[in-house]
C-alpha cells in the first residue's frame, strides 16, 4: 500500500480505481506500482499507465522487443528504446511539490552543484532547474553566463506552487543538439520539438510555431477527453450500479438471515409444542391401559382369592382334622373345590386386555429428507458460461462422417451450481479446419441443433459431411463454455458387422524371412505399416501393409535390445516402438529401426517393477500404460519412464483384476482392460478409477473366453481378440455387443487363439492369428 506521506491531492484528475497513479481517495500515488518506492524518473506508457525507468527496464522480454503492462495487460513495442516512452511531467512536477513540502518537517533538497550529498539546497535556479546551497547560488549569481539567471528561494517556490500548484514549477525545454537553445517550432512529419537552428534541417516539412502546436494539440487532448468521458459514463454507471448492486447483495443477505433465523426459531417452537402434545399423547395412552388392566388386574385377583382360600381350608382339613371333622366339612369341601375346579375361565379374561406397545414413530428419514430440502435459497444466479459445461462422450472428440451426433450441455451459474430452468441462449457453431489445423474464412460453418430441455441441460445436435479436423464453438448467452471450442475429428467409418472372411492372410510358421512364431500383439502406424511381436522367435517384425516385410529387429537374450517372449507393443508420440519384455520382466524402448534406446523396469512386485508385463499402450499425454499381468495391475510411467502410480488388484469383484492382458484407450480417455481370467473387459477413468465393466464368460456373441488383445477403431468401436473362443468380437463405445467373427481352423478367415487385433487408418480389421502363426486382413 501507498504511504499517506507519498501521496498528492489533487483534483480534476479521472479517479481510477487500480491505475499506477490514481488512488481511490482522489491522490495522485507518488509511488510505483512495481517496486512499490517513489517513483524514479517516471515514464509514461501509452496506456496511460506510469512506472519508473529501471522497473520498466525489468518488463523487457529478453526474446522479444516489447514489454507488457503488469496493470492492464497491454502490449508495446520499444521502438527506439526507453526513449520510447516519456517523462510524465506530472508525477515529476508533483515528485517537486512534495519534496518541497517535506522542507517544512526537516528534510532537504540536495544541491545539485555540490559532489556530496549533505549539502542542502536554499535555492532554485528558474532558468537551469537546479537546487542550489548558499555556496553554489552565490557562485551562480557571479558568473557570467548565469549572472542573469533568476534564482527563487525554497520559500519563495512554496509560495509559487501555493498560489499556481504544480505549473510554477514548469520548467523550460532546451534543444540536445544546440546547447542553450530553447525550443521554438514543431514539426508536424517528425512530431518533433525545434529549436531556431534546427528548423533549418525541417524546411521542406511542415512546421508551427511551438505555442501554437501546443494549442492545437490542447484542442485535440480536450476534444478526446470529452469523448473519453461521454464514453466513460455507461462505464461509470455500470460501476455504481455494480456498487449499489454490493451494497444491495449484503442487505439482502441480512435480511434473508433474518428470515432464516426467524422461521427456524418458529420451527423450533413448534417441534417444541409438538413435543409436548405427543407426550401428553403418550400419558393418555398410558393412562387407558394401566387403567383398563388394573381392572382385570382386580378381577383376576378376586377369582384367585377364592380358589385360594377353598384350597387353604381344604389344606389345613387334611393336615389338622380328626376323623370325624374330616366326613363332617369334607363333602362340603369337595363340592366347592369341584366347583372351583369346573368353573371355565374366557381366554380373553387370562389374556392381558392390553399390551405394553409404545412406540414413537419417528420417519427419521422422511422427516431428514424433509428437512435438507426446506427452505430454498433464489437469488436469481444468471448462467455462467465459463462453469457450463458439456457432459464427457466419445462424440466430444470423434464422430463418423455423416451421422447426427448429440452432446449434452449442463449450465450452471457462477456458484458452479446446476440450472434448473432453460431459457439462454445456446449455439453451436462447427467449421472444418484446414490442412494446416487451422480456421480459415474459406472453410464453410454450420450451425448446430439446439434442444432446450427445460430443465438447465441442453442437447446439442451436430453432423459432418467430411472427414478430417473440426472445431465446435458453443457459446452460452454469447460467451465461450468451460472447453469451447472443441476439436473433433471426423471419421469416414466402416460397418464392421459386415466381415465374414478374410481379405489377406500372409506369414506362416518357422523362423525364417517372413516367417512367424506364435504372434501375440499387432499394431498399425499412421500409414498402415504393421508391427508385430514375433512372441516365439524373441523379435519385432515391421511389414507393409499388403504384407511384405520391411525389416524386424531383436534376438534371444536379456541384454538391451534382446528380448525373452516380447508380448505386446505400441508406438510412442515420436514413433519410437515400446515392446513389453515379457519374460524379461521389463519394457524395452527403440527406434523404428529397432535401435536400443532404453528400458524400464525390473523383475518384483514394487511399484516400478513386473511380472509378465503385457498389454501395452499410450495415452495423449505420452503416459505410459503397462499391463502388469502376473501382478494383477496396470502401471503407469510418464514419457520419459518415471514411475507415476498404478492401480488394480487381484480378484473377481468390480475393479479388481485376474491377469489383465491386453490395454486400450478409447476416445473419451477411458482405459480399458481385457481382464483374461474374469473374462471380461474393465473401464477405468484416465486415473484409474474403475467405471463399468461388460462381457461375461460364454461363447455367444457379446460373452467372451479368455481375451487378450484390444483395440478402439477410428469410429469408437471397440475390437477384442476372444482368444479361447478362436473369434474377434465388435463392441459400441459403451459395450453393447455387436458383432463378432472367426471360428476355430486353419483355413482363411478362421482363427485359432488370436492374441492381438488392430485397425488400420483404412478401417481394416487386422488380426494376429496367433496358433496359426499368421497375420490375417478383414
Not at 39 to 58: A, D, Q, S, V, Y
Not at 582 to 593: A, E, L, P, S, W
Not at 620 to 646: A, P
Not at 726 to 750: C, E, N, W, Y
Request: some cysteine; overall charge neutral.
Amino acid at each position: 500500500m501507498e504511504n499517506a506521506s507519498d501521496s498528492y491531492h489533487t483534483d480534476g484528475y479521472l479517479n481510477t480505481n487500480g491505475s499506477s497513479i490514481i488512488m481511490a481517495n482522489g491522490e495522485i500515488s507518488l509511488n510505483c506500482s512495481i517496486c512499490r518506492k517513489r517513483f524514479n524518473t517516471p515514464r509514461l506508457l501509452p496506456c496511460l499507465h506510469t512506472f519508473c525507468h529501471k522497473c520498466i527496464e525489468g518488463l523487457k522480454s529478453m526474446s522479444s522487443n516489447s514489454i507488457i503492462c503488469p496493470l492492464c495487460q497491454k502490449e508495446m513495442r520499444l521502438m527506439n528504446g526507453m526513449t520510447t516512452f516519456p517523462i510524465n511531467f506530472v508525477i515529476n512536477n508533483l515528485l517537486n511539490v512534495k519534496a518541497l513540502h517535506d522542507t517544512k518537517s526537516g528534510s532537504f533538497f540536495c544541491c545539485d552543484s555540490c559532489e556530496t550529498d549533505d549539502s542542502a539546497a536554499r535555492y532554485r535556479c528558474d532558468q537551469c532547474l537546479q537546487f542550489l546551497c548558499d555556496f553554489c547560488a552565490e557562485a551562480h549569481r557571479r558568473m557570467s553566463v548565469t549572472r542573469n539567471h533568476n534564482i527563487a528561494s525554497i520559500e519563495q517556490l512554496l509560495t509559487r506552487v501555493e498560489l499556481s500548484g504544480p505549473v510554477a514549477l514548469q520548467r523550460p525545454y532546451f534543444c540536445k543538439r544546440h546547447k542553450g537553445e530553447p525550443f521554438r517550432y514543431y514539426c508536424q512529419e517528425c512530431q518533433e520539438h525545434l529549436c531556431r537552428e534546427c528548423i533549418e534541417q525541417h524546411r521542406t516539412h511542415t512546421t508551427s510555431v511551438l505555442e501554437d502546436a501546443a494549442t492545437q494539440t490542447k484542442r485535440n487532448i480536450e476534444q478526446a477527453l470529452k469523448k473519453a468521458r461521454i464514453n466513460s459514463k455507461p462505464v461509470v454507471n455500470s460501476l455504481l450500479t455494480v456498487k449499489s448492486t454490493m451494497k444491495d447483495v449484503n442487505k439482502s443477505v441480512t435480511q434473508v438471515n433474518n428470515v432464516i433465523k426467524k422461521t427456524f426459531d418458529r420451527l423450533i417452537e413448534l417441534l417444541q409444542l409438538r413435543a409436548r402434545e405427543l407426550f401428553s399423547e403418550v400419558q393418555t395412552i398410558r393412562s387407558a391401559k394401566i387403567k383398563l388392566l388394573q381392572r382385570q388386574h382386580d378381577e383376576i385377583e378376586t377369582s384367585l382369592e377364592t380358589t385360594i382360600t377353598g384350597c387353604t381350608l381344604a389344606e389345613h382339613v387334611l393336615k389338622e382334622g380328626s376323623s370325624v371333622e374330616i366326613l363332617n366339612l369334607g363333602p362340603h369341601i369337595i363340592n366347592r373345590l369341584e366347583e372351583l375346579s369346573s368353573q371355565k375361565y374366557d381366554k380373553s379374561i387370562l389374556q392381558p386386555q392390553e399390551d405394553s406397545h409404545i412406540e414413537f414413530m419417528n420417519e427419521n428419514e422422511i422427516f431428514q429428507q424433509a428437512l435438507n430440502n426446506f427452505g430454498r435459497i433464489n437469488s436469481n444466479a444468471k448462467t455462467c458460461p465459463s462453469a457450463s459445461s458439456i457432459v464427457e462422450c466419445p462424440a466430444l472428440h470423434y464422430c463418423p462422417t455423416g451421422k447426427r451426433m448429440a452432446l449434452t450441455l449442463i449450465t450452471r451459474d457462477s456458484f458452479n451450481t446446476p440450472r434448473r430452468t432453460g431459457g439462454d441462449n445456446v449455439q453451436g457453431v462447427l467449421r472444418r479446419l484446414d490442412s494446416n489445423n487451422k480456421r480459415s474464412d474459406s472453410t464453410k460453418e454450420s450451425k448446430a441443433e439446439i434442444i432446450d430441455n427445460r430443465d438447465g441441460t441442453y442437447a446439442i445436435v451436430y453432423s459432418t459431411w467430411i472427414s478430417g479436423p473440426h472445431l465446435l464453438n458453443i457459446t452460452v448467452n454469447g460467451a465461450p463454455i468451460a472447453g469451447s471450442p472443441f476439436k473433433i475429428k471426423s471419421i469416414t467409418t466402416r460397418n464392421f458387422q459386415g466381415i465374414s472372411t478374410a481379405k489377406l492372410s500372409f506369414s506362416r510358421r518357422g523362423d525364417g524371412w517372413e516367417q512367424l512364431q506364435r504372434p501375440n500383439d499387432v499394431i498399425c502406424d499412421h500409414e498402415n505399416n504393421i508391427f508385430i511381436t514375433d512372441t516365439g522367435n524373441d523379435r519385432v517384425q515391421i511389414f507393409q501393409p499388403d504384407g511384405q516385410l520391411v525389416h524386424s529387429f531383436g534376438s534371444s537374450g536379456s541384454n538391451p535390445g534382446q528380448f525373452e517372449s516380447p508380448s505386446c507393443l505400441t508406438l510412442d508420440i515420436d514413433g519410437n516402438v515400446i515392446v513389453s519384455d515379457t519374460n524379461n520382466n521389463r519394457v524395452q524402448v527403440f527406434t523404428r529401426k529397432g535401435i536400443f534406446i532404453k528400458s524400464l523396469g525390473s523383475g518384483g512386485t514394487e511399484p516400478g517393477e513386473f511380472h509378465d508385463p503385457h498389454g501395452i499402450t499410450i495415452d495423449k499425454d505420452g503416459r505410459i500404460f503397462v499391463v502388469d499381468s502376473g501382478n494383477h495391475r496396470i502401471q503407469v510411467f510418464s514419457s520419459d519412464g518415471e514411475y507415476l502410480y498404478h492401480f488394480g488388484a487381484k480378484g473377481d469383484n468390480p475393479g479388481q483384476l485376474g491377469l489383465p492382458w491386453g490395454i486400450a484407450i478409447d476416445h473419451s480417455g477411458n482405459i480399458l482392460i481385457t481382464d483374461y481370467k474374469n473374462h471380461r473387459i474393465q473401464v477405468f477413468d484416465r486415473n484409474g478409477k474403475y467405471r463399468y465393466l461388460f462381457g461375461s464368460r460364454g461363447n455367444d456373441t457379446g460373452r467372451l473366453n479368455n481375451p487378450t488383445g484390444i483395440t478402439v477403431a477410428p469410429g469408437g468401436q471397440i475390437m477384442v481378440a476372444d482368444r479361447s473362443n478362436h473369434a474377434v468380437q465388435i463392441f459400441a463405445p459403451d459395450g453393447m455387443p455387436l458383432h463378432r467373427f472367426g471360428s476355430k481352423g486353419g483355413t482363411v478367415g478362421q482363427l485359432k487363439f488370436p492374441a492381438g487385433v488392430c485397425v488400420d487408418n483404412s478401417n481394416n480389421v487386422i488380426v494376429a492369428d496367433t496358433f496359426n502363426c499368421r497375420i490375417q486382413v478383414f
